[in-house]
């Protein structure tokens, strides 16, 4: 396997990130959990949001605070991270 840097103004720096083909490669240490010799890519063309047509950033009823001149006002989101074509992701 071959590897290219990032760019030279990155090495002036210090190398953060590798490349493979067009792809940045980051190193992430063992503490994650992920083994040391396995590589796992992803890509975004096939990741998506979709968020709950109710909770789309939706404002809940004002609530008063006891203790100050104060009103807040809760907004709830929620959403799931969704894939699609399992088999373009590879690793």
Same mark, same amino acid.
């Given at each position: 396997? &071959?590897?290219?840097?990032?760019? %030279?103004?990155?090495?002036?720096?210090?190398?953060? &990130?590798?490349?493979?083909?067009?792809?940045?490669?980051?190193?992430?240490? %063992?503490?994650?959990?992920? =083994?040391?010799?396995?590589?796992?890519?992803?890509?975004?063309?096939?990741?998506?949001?979709?968020?709950?047509?109710?909770?789309?950033?939706?404002?809940?009823?004002?609530?008063?605070?006891?203790?100050?001149?104060?009103?807040? @006002? =809760? @907004?709830?989101?929620?959403?799931?991270?969704?894939?699609?074509?399992?088999?373009?992701?590879?690793?």
């Amino acid at each position: 396997m &071959s590897f290219r840097y990032t760019s %030279s103004e990155e090495g002036k720096g210090g190398f953060t &990130s590798l490349k493979y083909k067009d792809a940045e490669v980051v190193y992430d240490s %063992s503490d994650s959990g992920m =083994p040391s010799n396995h590589m796992y890519f992803l890509t975004t063309e096939y990741i998506g949001m979709t968020t709950h047509k109710d909770a789309n950033m939706s404002t809940l009823e004002d609530k008063m605070s006891l203790n100050q001149d104060a009103v807040v @006002i =809760p @907004i709830i989101n929620q959403c799931n991270l969704t894939t699609a074509n399992r088999a373009r992701h590879w690793g």
